[in-house]
């Protein structure tokens, strides 16, 4: 852990000083444990959760949100000021501040997508199969949340096919039963012409 957030410190920023790494995967990989074990080896990043941003009627429909909220303040070195949308009240809450700091990670489903990717010094994908994260993900929310991961796995499905983040990963990141593994990920490997399902090939060690 402590390699990878040396790596990821001497990444050059692609946000004005800030060095932006989203950490992708499907819902229930593991996304928001590791990421917050990742910004306590940066010596306390800011973390910024995308599930803060979507809603129940737009799923996937937070990129304007993320750019205008937060992308361009950090761009200009200022501190962001974006809303946390509350899932139980079903509205967005008061400004949460998040900071210019020399790394900044951004963690959930679709952190990696086309729109954001500009941005972003570098890329982690949870290597996890979908079918796999999706039965922890139903399991940890239990049954009152049935209908919600109903819906959600067909958004998720529509999303990675249209928009996928793997084939883009720099680095792929499996969980252990203790620690992580981190492997190169197949960035560079994948041209805009390629058509590739995320998932497919297996990764080279670092």
């Known amino acids: 852990m402590h390699d990878l957030a040396h790596r990821l410190r001497r990444l050059p920023p692609f946000c004005g000083p800030v060095r932006i790494v ?11 444990t590791f990421a917050g074990q990742l910004a306590e080896a940066l010596g306390g990043a800011p973390v910024l959760h995308l599930d803060d941003l979507a809603t129940h009627d737009e799923l996937f429909g937070w990129t304007d949100r993320l750019l205008t909220q937060v992308i361009t303040p950090l761009g200009r070195g200022e501190t962001a000021q974006y809303f946390p949308y509350d899932w139980h009240a079903r509205h967005f809450g008061p400004p949460r501040a998040l900071p210019p700091a020399p790394v900044v990670l951004v963690e959930g489903v679709g952190a990696g997508r086309r729109a954001l990717r500009p941005f972003l010094a570098g890329l982690l994908w949870m290597e996890l199969s979908r079918e796999e994260a999706w039965a922890r993900g139903r399991l940890r929310d239990g049954a009152e949340q049935r209908d919600f991961w109903d819906g959600w796995v067909e958004a998720e499905h529509e999303h990675f096919a249209k928009d996928p983040s793997r084939p883009h990963a720099d680095f792929l990141v499996r969980q252990l039963r203790e620690g992580y593994e981190v492997l190169t990920g197949p960035s560079g490997t994948v041209g805009p012409d390629h ?5 497919d090939g297996p990764p080279a060690v670092c």
């Not at 989203?22 to 928001?32: F, I």
């Open 195 to 199: 058509d590739v399902t995320h998932g």
């Open 22 to 32: 989203g950490v992708d995967g499907h819902a229930g990989s593991g996304k928001s």
